[in-house]
T-cell receptor, first 113, second 112 residues
Framework: DTEVTQTPKHLVMGMTNKKSLKCEQH?????MYWYKQKAKKPPELMFV???????INESVPSRFSPECPNSSLLNLHLHALQPEDSALYLCASSQGIGAYGYTFGSGTRLTVV | DQQVKQNSPSLSVQEGRISILNCDYTNSMFDYFLWYKKYPAEGPTFLIS?????DKNEDGRFTVFLNKSAKHLSLHIVPSQPGDSAVYFCAASPGNNNDMRFGAGTRLTVKP
């Protein structure tokens, strides 16, 4: 299995809803990432988990809450989002740091109404 | 503060010719540089990387060149094929952590 699987592919939620994005990989990668990408902009790093511990949190608002239940799973819990949070949310994983390429999932297209 | 910059949003080349995609960076702590390719409705796919101790890395039709003094790297695709049409992202990472930064991407169109 050489894939990162993200669910759901599309999500529409209201500003008072609570939802979760899920990410799964079975490549034995020990680092997992959440990126946010808006149209015509680069992917922006949100969170990094290394060996199931949060190692980087790029000053993301608390309405985004990451969780890494085990080495294969990464969740992003969403609560009280704003319309400007609408974006493509990408999950990625890697064997290690630096020159190891990331394996990305195909993303969750989130729309906040 | 965008630390990785791709100043050309788009590039169009003829099939069989060379495609050259450029990338500049500002952070001298970056040690590893990578190129990703992205098709619509898919996540980015890792293409090729280079360490700061090298100035060139080649993999088939793809070659990445690094000019550390100019803080510039480029991706050469020779010969270009229609299937290479995609958005190409340049990325850079310091060697001591997982903090990878991406450029805004260049949309390459290879015309038959």
């Amino acid at each position: 299995d050489t894939e990162v699987t993200q669910t759901p592919k599309h999500l529409v939620m209201g500003m008072t809803n609570k939802k979760s994005l899920k990410c799964e990989q079975h490549m034995g990668h020990r680092a997992m990432y959440w990126y946010k990408q808006k149209a015509k902009k680069p992917p922006e790093l949100m969170f990094v988990y290394s060996y199931e511990k949060l190692s980087i949190n790029e000053s993301v608002p608390s309405r985004f809450s990451p969780e890494c239940p085990n080495s294969s799973l990464l969740n992003l819990h969403l609560h009280a989002l704003q319309p400007e949070d609408s974006a493509l949310y990408l999950c990625a994983s890697s064997q290690g740091i630096g020159a190891y390429g990331y394996t990305f999932g195909s993303g969750t297209r989130l729309t906040v109404v | 503060d965008q630390q990785v910059k791709q100043n050309s949003p788009s590039l169009s080349v003829q099939e069989g010719r060379i495609s050259i995609l450029n990338c500049d960076y500002t952070n001298s702590m970056f040690d590893y540089f990578l190129w990703y390719k992205k098709y619509p409705a898919e996540g980015p796919t890792f293409l090729i990387s280079i360490s700061s101790i090298k100035d060139k890395n080649e993999d088939g039709r793809f070659t990445v060149f690094l000019n550390k003094s100019a803080k510039h790297l480029s991706l050469h695709i020779v010969p270009s094929q229609p299937g290479d049409s995609a958005v190409y992202f340049c990325a850079a990472s310091p060697g001591n952590n997982n903090d990878m930064r991406f450029g805004a991407g260049t949309r390459l169109t290879v015309k038959p």
